[in-house]
């Protein structure tokens, strides 16, 4: 009697009511897995539901050591996601600002730009510049937010006195071109060598001096590195290179710079490649910590022998020769270190302004790269090509590159929260390896799209739906009803009545 009054319209609404919260909880299923990585449902059953149902005994000992194992991974994935500062990175006035006024967007994040002011209380302060009036003021405007206040305090402490870290400030935040950067460096040099100067008769009377000297050997290596980055941007390169060489002779200890990058960045520019290879035959070291500007260089001097002749159609006939071997193994190499890279490289994904601090093998440090490297593998003929052709065959060799890695570590599980830190909300953060779509997304997808057509098709032909829902529900309660006469047959009449009635 029940399925004989309900009526076509009652099916419409049953079918769309069910399409549209199916609907809904698809896209919030979609937006959250977006934003954060995971099913909202998955993680809602494992965090909450499944402690209910399924009884995870806290105090036993395999739980304690689970958890133990747990904090070891944590604190060996903070130790694999740890933040570099970018060689190359850009000046804030001049270029990021620039940026800024143009497009409207700002292109470092507050995580970025926080780290930054972290490096610059490191290596321009010291303990001792409460006792020098224009350091003191400088001291605080490291640690000032706002940008204005930082070039007004550094304009204060120039009134007291010369002050080559005001200078430095300057120079990074209020120039508005390379050229007024450059000018505001070679101010802050002279400052800084009569400093460094000084500091260096005095570092062993004490600990203070010594502190004092190693604030000034930072401040002056720093403003060095940056007037050889202004004679690179203002195309005197040669100038650059030789800047960078004495640099690295006179410091050789202090490789926390990275000025080696700037180097070989510069040489490529000059096509040098003799001395590029030279550079990577004494930093592509197994000893010495990897970046995609060695990995990729060396992918880059190895196709460059063989790429304006290469042709995948003759190597697939022919095989591959030694010297094109050496080339594909050196590309899976790199690509294997930061597989990021080759897409950006190849053009398929947009480049934005790298930030001031990078990742390494993550999208941070991609983008770094190609931002400088661009140029030079388009100069080499067939690089590209020779890239496209081979960089995918890198992902057959590790099929699992977050349990284990071919050349190298496996791939670190935090990159893409950390790239989510360092890198823009308007730039779309590349994940490697890509994260499969959870069955929870794809269930409300397959719902949702079910019961919209049922609900279409409901509305055209109501009639027709509607015996096909009546013969639906009557197969599905057959078994229920054979059930009852089942039960019917065997009771007593009376006992029946009687339970009828309860």
Sequence with gaps: MFLNTLTPKFYVALTGTSSLISGLILIFEWWYFRKYGTSFIEQVSVSHLRPLLGGVDTSSPSNTSASNGDADSSRQSVSECKVWRNPLNLFRGAEYNRYTWVTGREPLTYYDMNLSAQDHQTFFT?????????????????????????????????DLEECATAYVLLAEEEATTIVEAEKLFKQALKVGEICYRRSQQ????????????????????????????????????????????????????????????????????????????AVLAKYD????????????????????????????EAASRRGLSTAEMNAVEAIHRAVEFNPHVPKYLLEMKSL??????????????????????????????????????TWEGTFRMIPYPLEKGHLFYPYPVCTETADRELLPMFHEVSVYPKKELPFFILFTAGLCSFTAMLALLTHQFPELMGVFAKAFLSTLFAPLNFI???VESILPSSLWHQLTRI
């Excluded at 409460?130 to 930082?150: G, V």
């Excluded at 970046?291 to 022998?305: D, H, M, N, V």
């Design 126 to 158: 010291c303990d001792s510049d409460h006792l020098r009036p224009a350091d003191a003021i400088m001291q605080k405007a490291w640690r000032e937010r706002n940008p204005q206040a930082r070039i007004t305090a550094a304009h204060e402490a120039l």
């Design 202 to 277: 005095l570092q062993h009377h004490g600990a203070q001096y010594e502190a004092q000297h190693r604030r000034d050997t930072n401040v002056l290596v720093y403003i060095k590195r940056r007037l050889a980055m202004c004679s690179r941007k203002l195309g005197r390169t040669r100038e650059a290179v030789k800047m960078m060489r004495d640099l690295m002779k006179e410091f050789p200890l202090l490789s926390m710079f990275n000025i080696h990058e700037n180097l070989l960045e510069s040489l490529l520019e000059l096509q040098n490649y003799a001395d590029v290879q």
């Design 352 to 389: 934005i302004l790298p930030p001031e601090h990078i990742l390494k093998r993550g999208d941070s440090e991609a983008i770094a790269y190609t931002f400088f490297h661009l140029q030079h593998w388009k100069r080499v003929e067939g690089a590209l090509n020779l890239l496209h052709c």
């Design 285 to 312: 070291d197994i000893s010495l910590p990897k970046s995609a500007t060695i990995c990729y260089t060396a992918a880059l001097l190895k196709a460059r022998a063989v790429s304006d002749k290469f042709s995948p």
């Design 484 to 486: 009852m006469e089942k």
